[in-house]
Every structure is written in C-alpha cells, then in structure tokens.
Nanobody, 126 residues
C-alpha cells in the first residue's frame, strides 16, 4: 500500500511559480510511474505530467510543455512539479498519483494509476 501526500500549493499571481511536492509512504519501486493530474471546478480531471521513478521516461501535457517540469528524488521517495509562468487557467486541485507499472504512451490515462493523493489547491489570479 502506498500513501501519497501533496504539498506546496497556494495562491500565486499570473506569471509566478510554485513547486508542488508529493511524498510517498510505503514501498515503491524504481519502475513505478508517478503522475500529476489536475481538476478545476466543473471540469474533468486532466493529465499534467508523469515520470518513471527511475527517470527513464517522462511525459508532459501540451498545456504544460515549456512551463512545467517533473522531477524526482528517489532517496526521499518524492516527486516534484515545478510550475513556472503560471496562468489563471492553471487554477485547479492538483493530484499526485502512482502506478505500479509504466505504460509507454499511456501514462496520461487515470486508469494506469493505483494510488492517489488527496489533492492540493493551486490558485492563479491577480
């Protein structure tokens, strides 16, 4: 069993930056997939970014390319989402998720993730 806890959310003005962290308790594997999703009020949850915990592969959504970076710290069992040049449309609850295997070209799909965090609010407004 893996439990996930997100941190680092909050309010930021457009153009600002935030760094989200996701810490896992329980056993994880270097082959696990770690992902970030987000959901704004009244909208479906959408994929943001994913990484294989061994660093061999990463995926970034088109909406985040060039602005967001996903990274991991294997020693601390943590994954991070660095978000730069934030826009109002990035406002959402951000969720960390872990899947027990990396499925190439399909990690944008929620069904490949087995564990989810509670989510953390990110608000971008002036």
């Amino acid at each position: 069993q893996v439990q996930l806890a997100e941190s680092g959310g909050g309010w930021v003005q457009p153009g600002g930056s935030l760094r989200l962290s996701c810490a896992a308790s329980g056993r994880t594997s270097s082959d696990y997939a770690w992902g970030w999703f987000r959901q704004d009020t009244g909208k479906e949850r959408e994929f943001v970014a994913a990484t294989r915990f061994n660093g061999a592969s990463t995926k970034i959504a088109d909406s985040a390319t060039g602005r967001f970076t996903i990274s991991r710290d294997r020693a601390k069992n943590m994954v991070f989402l660095q978000m730069n040049n934030l826009k109002p449309e990035d406002t959402a609850v951000y969720y960390c998720a872990v899947g027990t295997r990396w499925v190439a070209s399909a990690m944008f799909l929620e069904r490949h993730y087995d564990y989810w965090g509670q989510g953390i609010q990110v608000t971008v407004s002036s």
